[in-house]
């Protein structure tokens, strides 16, 4: 899309226009073409693949992470109970009474 026309699309100024797609376009988010007179813009998908992939990483742990989590608390706690059932046979733990 040429930059008059996507300067049409905003209530902002041109060079306000031209300056964010000077970034986007040294950011590699876009890619830029002359035609003629004018400046074509078009999105660089695959650099929004990586855009993507780290915002995905700030986004925090999975439900899966969070599950394992849990099982591995589980077992760890299922552990010290039998370690201390081994140890001390006649004593109750605190779900067994």
């Known amino acids: 899309m040429p930059a008059g026309e996507i ?13 964010h797609l000077r970034v986007l376009r040294e ?3 876009v890619r830029d073409e ?12 695959a650099a929004f693949d990586e855009l993507t992939a780290w ?10 992470q969070h599950l394992d989590a ?12 039998r370690k201390e059932h081994e140890a001390h046979p ?3 733990t605190g779900s067994d009474g």
């Not at 300067?7 to 300056?19: G, L, M, V």
């Not at 915002?55 to 899966?64: F, I, M, R, V, Y």
């Not at 849990?70 to 109970?81: D, G, I, K, M, P």
């Open 7 to 19: 300067a049409n699309r905003f209530a902002i100024t041109r060079p306000a226009i031209s300056r």
């Open 27 to 29: 950011s590699g988010l």
């Open 34 to 45: 002359t035609v003629g007179r004018q400046r074509v813009y078009a999105l660089d998908l």
């Open 55 to 64: 915002l995905s990483s700030l986004a925090g742990p999975t439900w899966e």
């Open 70 to 81: 849990l099982e591995t608390e589980v077992y760890r706690t299922r552990r010290e109970r």
């Open 90 to 92: 006649d004593r109750k």
